[in-house]
Nanobody, 115 residues
């Protein structure tokens, strides 16, 4: 059974930082492309960042220069370091895992950026 469990969300002031974690089980983690997506109220889910099994990384334009995705294959965990947060970053953040077939999703963690 595949499980992706996100943690690290919360309330932060504009300009602050948060580090999200996603712990995976039930998959051969090192083989999977891992991603972070987000969904704000009334909007579609969108890609934030993605890291492949060989370490190639893609960022959404909104994340470039502020967010950093990384993975630790020994811990079966993917991270999203978010700096210089803005109110428009407020959303539920979801972890994803994909290997050719269906995409697995976590339950999401809320990030709220507000003063």
């Amino acid at each position: 059974q595949v499980q992706l469990v996100e943690s690290g969300g919360g309330l932060v002031q504009p300009g602050g930082s948060l580090r999200l974690s996603c712990a995976a089980s039930g998959i051969t983690f090192s083989m999977y492309t891992m991603g972070w997506y987000r969904q704000a109220p009334g909007k579609q889910r969108e890609l934030v960042a993605r890291i492949t099994e060989d370490g190639s990384i893609n960022y959404a334009n909104s994340a470039k220069g502020r967010f950093t995705i990384s993975r630790d294959n020994a811990k079966n965990t993917v991270y999203l370091q978010m700096d210089s947060l803005k109110p428009e970053d407020t959303a539920v953040y979801y972890c994803s895992a994909n290997l050719l077939g269906p995409t697995y999703w976590g339950q999401g963690t809320q990030v709220t950026v507000s003063s």
